[in-house]
C-alpha cells in the first residue's frame, strides 16, 4: 500500500513539475518591463497581453490570440499576469496552449509595474501593447477582435 | 520503492510543496491590505482586516494612528476576499454590537458566497453565516453592507445565478445581477433575498448611501446597451420595491473588460447627491466627480492627473470630501479635495505618501468630523486628519 501511494505521489509531483516546466512564468521587474515595451526590441509582429485571474474577459482575448497565433505562427504572443504567478496562472496558460514567453508581477509595487509597462494604462484588463516589429507600438484596452489585432500589428489593410 | 528513487522523491515534493507556498505567500504579499472600517458609539474606531484567511477587528482610540488586538471573527479558516474592491464590510449599532460581511471566494475561479457574522457585546462573534438561500456555484461577491440608524441592516451583492442559469440551456446574459437582503433584528435572520437588476459589471464594488429621508441610494457600474459601462442609481425606499433605475453617468465608455474600478457617492446636508466615478476613455480624467439630479450630471470635471485612482467621497453637512490615491511614477500620494459649502468651492492637500502597494483609500465619518484613512505596506493602516 506505502509502495502505491509513494508512486501516485511521486507522478503527481512529476506532472505538476512538468507542467509548470512547460508553462514557465518569468517574474517581471521594472527594469524588465521597460525593455518588454520597448519597440526597438521587437523585429517581429508582437503582441504583448495584460491579464488577471480576475479578468473573465482575459481568458477570451487569450483564447482568441492562441488561434490567432495558429493562423498566424509569424506572430509573437508575450503574456504577462498582472499580479504574482501561481499554479493557477500556469495550468491556464497551458490549458490555452499558448505558445511564447510568460511574465506575471514580481516583487515590486504594483503601480510602479504598471507605470514602467504602460503609464496611460489606468489598470483595466485586458490590456494590450500591439508592435508591428517596425518601431510602432499602439494599446488598446478590451478584447481585441483578431482581424482588429492583424491591421494593429500591421498584418491587414486596415479598413 | 527503490532506496535510489528516494532523493528525486524528496526534490519533487520540495519543489510542490515550494511551488504552493509561493502561491500562497504572493496572495498575502499584496491581497490583503483592503479593510472595512466603523466607527463605535464610544468614539473608538474599528477596522476588520484579513489574515489568513481570518477576519480581525482591531480597535483605535486615537483617529486610528496606532491600532489594538480586539477580536477574531471566524474560528474556522476560510477563503475571504481582501482586494480593494472587494473588501470586508464592518458596521458598529448604537449599543456597540459588531456586524461583519466578507465574500468568500470558492476553489473554482469566480464562485463564492456572501458571509456574515455579528457579536452583540462587541467581541464575540457568532459563526459565520451564508446571507442568501441560493447555493449554486457562481459568483456572490463585492457584497455592500449598510446599517441604518434605526437598526436595518442591508446587504447588497454582484450575483452570477442569471448568468450561470442562461449558460445551462446554451443561452448568454450580459454582466451580472445585483441581489439584496436585509435584516431588522440584528443580523440574526435575513429576508430571502430579491434580485434589484439585471446586467451589472461583474467586478467593480458598489456605491450605498443614505439620503436624508432613510432611503437608500445604490450606484454602480451597469452594463447599458451598445456595450456602454455607464453607472446606474438605484432608489430603495425604506418600505416598498426599488424605484426605476437611473442612469447616472453619461460617458460612454464602450468596452469588453474588467475595469474592477467602482464608484462611490454620498448625499449632503442639503440632500445633494455627489458622485466620484472612474472612466478612462476620453481626453480627461480618468476619475470624475459631478452631482447627480434627475436631469443628469452636474458640473462633472475631472479630479486628479491621468493617474488619480480609486477615489473615495464622503459628506457631513455642508462639508464634502474627495479622497483618491496616485501614482508619479515614483511614489503614490494620498491626495484630497475639500469644500465646505456643499461642493461649489474645493481646496486641495496631500496627505500623505507610500512606496509599494496599497489599499484602496476610504472616507468614513466619525463623530462630528470625517477622517481618511489608507492602508499601506509601507505605513500600515493609518487616520489622517482632513484640514
Known sequence: MIRFFSRCLYSLCLITSLAVAQAPIEALNKAQARLLVDPSQHQQPTLLTLWSLECAYCKKNLTQFGELLRQYPNIQLLTLASEPATGEHAALLQKLALPGRHFAYGNEAPEALAFAIDPNWRGELPRTLLFDGKGGRQALSGVIAPQRALQLLGLEPAR | ?387
Not at chain 2, 511551488?19 to 477596522?47: F, I, K
Not at chain 2, 446586467?199 to 456605491?207: K, N
Request: hydrophobic share 35%; proline share 4%.
Open chain 2, 1 to 387: 520503492m527503490k532506496l535510489s528513487s528516494l532523493p528525486w522523491l524528496a526534490i519533487l515534493l520540495l519543489s510542490c510543496g515550494l511551488q504552493s507556498a509561493l502561491a500562497g505567500g504572493a496572495h498575502g504579499q499584496h491581497g490583503e491590505l483592503a479593510v472595512g472600517l466603523a466607527s463605535g458609539p464610544d468614539g473608538t474606531l474599528y477596522a476588520a482586516l484579513v489574515n489568513h484567511g481570518h477576519l480581525q477587528i482591531q480597535r483605535s482610540q486615537d483617529d486610528g494612528h496606532s491600532w489594538q488586538a480586539h477580536a477574531q471573527v471566524n474560528r474556522e479558516a476560510e477563503a475571504i476576499a481582501a482586494d480593494g474592491e472587494n473588501h470586508p464590510q464592518l458596521a458598529v449599532d448604537a449599543k456597540g454590537a459588531l456586524y461583519v460581511s466578507w465574500a468568500r471566494r470558492f476553489e473554482q475561479r469566480f464562485t463564492g458566497d456572501v458571509r456574515f457574522a455579528r457579536a452583540e457585546n462587541g467581541r464575540d462573534f457568532s459563526a459565520p453565516v451564508t446571507v442568501h438561500q441560493d447555493r449554486s456555484q457562481t459568483g456572490h461577491s463585492f457584497p455592500r453592507m449598510h446599517l441604518s440608524p434605526d437598526g436595518r441592516l442591508q446587504l447588497i451583492w454582484i450575483d452570477g445565478r442569471e448568468g450561470l442559469a442562461a449558460k445551462a440551456v446554451g443561452g448568454e446574459y450580459a454582466g451580472s445581477a445585483l441581489y439584496a437582503t436585509h435584516s431588522d433584528d440584528g443580523g440574526r435572520t435575513f429576508a430571502a433575498e430579491y434580485k434589484l437588476i439585471d446586467h451589472s459589471c461583474q467586478c467593480c464594488r458598489l456605491a450605498l448611501s443614505q439620503d436624508n429621508d432613510g432611503s437608500l441610494l445604490l450606484m454602480w457600474r451597469q452594463l447599458f446597451a451598445n456595450g456602454e459601462r455607464d453607472h446606474a442609481l438605484l432608489r430603495l425606499p425604506r418600505q416598498g420595491a426599488a424605484e426605476p433605475l437611473q442612469r447616472a453617468t453619461f460617458d460612454a465608455w464602450r468596452i469588453d473588460a474588467c475595469p474592477h474600478h467602482g464608484p462611490a457617492l454620498t448625499v449632503d446636508g442639503a440632500g445633494r447627491r455627489h458622485a466620484v466615478w472612474f472612466s478612462p476613455h476620453g481626453e480627461t480624467g480618468p476619475v470624475f466627480y459631478g452631482q447627480l439630479d434627475s436631469q443628469g450630471v452636474q458640473g462633472q470635471r475631472a479630479v486628479g492627473g491621468p493617474r488619480a485612482s480609486h477615489a473615495d467621497i464622503a459628506s457631513l453637512g455642508q462639508r464634502v470630501v474627495l479622497l483618491w490615491k496616485e501614482f508619479d511614477g515614483e511614489q503614490t500620494h494620498l491626495r484630497a479635495e475639500i469644500s465646505d459649502d456643499g461642493g461649489r468651492n474645493f481646496r486641495s492637500s496631500t496627505l500623505g505618501q507610500s512606496n509599494g502597494p496599497s489599499d484602496h483609500p476610504r472616507l468614513l465619518r466619525h463623530g462630528q468630523r470625517l477622517l481618511a484613512f489608507w492602508h499601506s505596506a509601507e505605513h500600515g493602516l493609518q487616520g489622517y486628519p482632513l484640514p
